[in-house]
């Protein structure tokens, strides 16, 4: 449930109460997770009523009162500080608690991937519901003939809804900036340098392109193999707008370079130098190096893909294992280079199997998850969100929203939108659906699984894939009927 000022006022209020009132408070101070409160007389502190404040736990290390808030730690000691009198002072760097600091396994690492990933974007979700929204009312409007789909009204409210999606890195930059600690202007900046329109026009030029040829064949317009060039070295032309994945990484290594460079650098310089050095290292990074390997591993991907299809008698169990996983292929932004993958499967096999199936399964399987969650939901925000999230999966096909602001973030609706998925996959492959035309999956794009061809029956495709699709649905909202618990929803909300 997202959080008001309010609830971060009155939370540091109590706080400051229960370890003894502001006159008992000699030092306060925060690191990325912990509110750190030195008190004169540690009798006073009551800690065990702390830990009732709805935190995510307290503890005494030595004469400190550790109080663990999570990702709002920066919202609460603002409050804090507000709240107390305290002196504000810079926020620790290095985090030295043992239990902290301890070497993490393969599993805590891997495990924490994906709720990173999850908090990087959940902060700015309004933003893309609204755009969600946008182009549900434009696919409305056009679709039922209310507007002209050449009305310039729909023309400018279409490059509207796409400000979110195409400048995603932006938003995510800044979200990733707050959730790894980098000054919140540094992880905007980051973003930004990955979507610049010289940038994207460089990109453009060198992937190549084509051009639309009314009549005839389009114009293959080859690329020149790279963006530009860098301290003499070539930018690898990777299209890194609608995409979270390279910000991400580029912002988490950005915080240690910033951390690195507050260190060393004097206090008295460090305002102008810090950001000038950061930038100088980062720009490289993140353009020859950080962005480039995740654009790189996504095409590699879509190789393999193809790879795998071909192995006599995989098919069918490719379908349901991609079906069943194309969650994770979406959050890390792999789907966007699948479009090899459907164009070399429609020439080969006359429609494709793959990708548009994984596609509309994901979508609907996602928002029956979606709208059982907000069928169990007790709180109202919760509720609110995920049926608006389910709205936004079913009918413009934005997922963004689904994912991190229900299933990824609760896991159980995930799991159980996979499991949906995976049925819907195996009975299509078994049926032999396909799509004979690409798009977003979304209510208006089904019109792609009918068969242009004459054939006895060109809606066959068509038919098979709402019968998968509703099947899928079916199975996932039951099971996250089932898996999905409220308390347990509760307890995440309080680390998010």
């Known amino acids: 449930m997202a959080k008001t000022e309010k609830d971060f006022e009155q939370l540091a209020s109590s706080i400051v109460e229960l370890v003894g009132g502001k006159d008992n408070i000699a030092h306060a101070a925060h690191c990325l997770t912990r509110l750190r409160i030195t008190p004169k007389d540690t009798s006073l502190v009551k800690l065990d009523e702390i830990k009732k404040l709805g935190v995510i736990g307290a503890q005494m290390i030595g004469d400190q009162v550790q109080v663990i808030i999570g990702n709002d730690i920066t919202e609460v000691y603002d409050a804090f500080v507000k709240a107390s009198g305290v002196e504000r002072v810079a926020a620790i760097d290095e985090n030295l608690d043992p239990e902290l600091t301890k070497k993490k396994s393969v599993k805590e ?5 994906f709720p990173a990933i999850v908090s990087c974007v959940f902060p700015i979700l309004p933003a893309l519901l609204a755009c969600g929204m946008l182009q549900s009312i434009v696919m409305i409007l056009t679709n039922f003939k209310i507007v002209p789909a050449d009305s ?11 400000v979110a999606f195409y400048f995603l890195p932006i938003f995510v930059g800044y979200a990733a900036a707050k959730r790894f600690g980098v000054k919140t202007a540094m992880g905007l900046l980051m973003g930004a340098i990955l979507v610049y329109p010289t940038f994207v026009e460089l990109v453009k030029a060198g992937a190549g392109y084509t051009v639309p040829n009314p009549g005839g064949p389009p114009t293959v317009v080859p690329g020149t193999g790279n963006a530009g060039y860098l301290f003499g070295i070539p930018i690898y032309p990777g299209d890194y707008t609608s995409t979270i994945i390279p910000v991400i990484v580029c912002v988490f290594v950005q915080s240690y370079v910033e951390k690195f460079l507050n260190k060393i650098v004097p206090k008295s310089i460090r305002f102008v130098l810090v950001p000038t050095l950061e930038i100088l290292i980062m720009a490289p990074l993140a353009l020859l190096v950080l962005a480039p390997i995740s654009h790189r591993l996504s095409t590699a991907f879509a190789g393999l893909l193809i790879t795998l299809f071909h192995i006599p008698g995989f098919g ?4 349901c294992l991609f079906s069943a996983l194309y969650p994770f292929i979406v959050i890390t932004g792999m789907h966007f280079n699948l479009m090899a993958v459907a164009m070399a499967m429609g020439q080969q096999l006359g429609k494709n199997p793959l990708t ?26 919760r509720k609110s969100l995920a ?26 609706p995930l ?6 998925s995976a049925v819907g996959g195996l009975i299509a492959a078994l049926l032999n659906v396909g799509a004979y035309a690409g798009g977003p999956p979304n209510l208006f794009t089904w019109a792609m699984f009918i068969n242009p061809a004459p054939v006895p029956d060109p809606m066959a495709d ?10 899928g649905s079916i199975i996932s909202f039951v099971a996250t009927l089932f898996l999905y618990k409220d308390e347990a929803a509760d307890a995440i909300d309080k680390g998010v």
């Open 109 to 113: 690492v891997l495990g924490s991937i």
């Open 152 to 162: 310039p009204t729909i023309a400018t409210l279409t490059w509207i809804y796409n």
């Open 316 to 319: 069918p169990i490719l379908i």
């Open 356 to 381: 548009s199936v994984a596609g509309f399964l994901f979508q609907y399987t996602q928002a029956a998850a979606c709208l059982a969650v907000g069928i169990k939901a007790k709180d109202p925000e």
């Open 387 to 412: 049926f608006s999230c389910a709205f936004s999966d079913a009918v413009p096909g934005i997922s963004e929203p689904g994912m991190y602001g229900i299933t990824f973030k609760y896991k159980t």
């Open 415 to 420: 799991y159980a939108a996979m499991i949906g």
């Open 462 to 471: 068509l038919k098979y894939m709402i019968i998968c699709t509703v099947l």
